[in-house]
């Protein structure tokens, strides 16, 4: 065989096995061709989407991160509307219904990097704040968590939801006539906002939400890959009906989508980083 041919056969045979290479390493490494293709809702019964029937049973289906009913327009419902039903959008409910503290952050955590999503949104918080959580075990929770998110092998965008403001939550309902009626009836709320909570224990009871939030901000803040929501969902001007009349503590179909819709407006900035 002439010499030529050889070394023309040589050089084919490096260029096929450099393109092996990269087409190997193209696909193993995460993309950032447009929003994220698989979402994962880490938090406690709010995000499961409790009590948005009489059952009071869990609904992921309405969940407002990866819910399923066009009611709500989730997250997850979102992404695949961005990309038109061309590319499956994977969904991950991880949340827990009960107790659910920031000490739950760090297994939950360890499934959706399990999951490889790409695109996490954690709502934790609410029992902290009720439970009498110390603001360092705290952070140290909410770190630990965070940890976990940004150390697997694709890097998870992290939405990070405020404490909602179990105050306003409470004279939302109290100037409502029907859960006026559940509360003097011996409802109660979270942190044990009752029909006859004092003023001092309301502003207590905000006054702690807004350390927690400041706590949540800071550590957040300090990563690249985790977008506080700025105090979103502690503000956001929620009625006696996005509420679920069946606790009154968890919300309706409409406050889970009122709760989606602001959210959304705040995951843009990190879904398209």
Not at 142 to 167: C, D, F, H, T
Request: some cysteine.
């Amino acid at each position: 065989m002439p010499l030529s041919v050889s070394i023309r056969r040589l050089c084919c045979v490096a260029a096929g096995l450099v393109g092996l290479i990269v087409v190997s390493s193209a696909s193993s490494a995460p993309t950032n061709d447009g929003p994220p293709t698989s979402i994962a809702a880490i938090g406690d019964s709010i995000t499961t989407g409790a009590c948005t029937d009489p059952t009071c049973a869990d609904r992921p289906q309405n969940s407002w991160s990866t819910g399923s009913n066009p009611a709500v327009r989730s997250h997850f419902l979102r992404l695949r509307a961005i990309r038109k039903g061309k590319v499956e959008i994977k969904r991950f409910n991880l949340a827990s219904s009960g107790s659910a503290t920031m000490a739950d952050l760090a297994s939950q955590a360890t499934e959706a990097v399990r999951d490889r999503a790409a695109y996490a949104t954690v709502e934790l918080g609410e029992n902290d704040l009720c439970n009498g959580t110390k603001p360092a075990v705290f952070r140290a929770e909410l770190e630990r968590g965070l940890n976990v998110l940004s150390r697997g092998r694709i890097p998870v965008k992290v939405l990070l939801l405020s404490i909602e403001n179990e105050a306003a939550h409470w004279r939302a309902l109290r100037h409502d006539p029907k859960a006026a009626t559940a509360l003097r009836a011996g409802a109660t709320l979270d942190c044990g906002l009752g029909y006859t909570a004092p003023s001092s224990l309301l502003s207590r009871v905000e006054a702690r939400a807004r350390l927690l939030n400041g706590i949540l901000a800071a550590v957040c803040s300090e990563r690249t890959d985790c977008l506080y929501d700025g105090g979103t969902y502690f503000r956001l001007p929620l009625k006696a009906s996005d509420y679920s009349s069946a606790d009154y503590q968890h919300l309706s179909i409409a406050g889970q989508r009122a709760l989606a819709a602001a959210e959304w407006k705040v995951a843009l900035k990190i879904i398209y980083s």
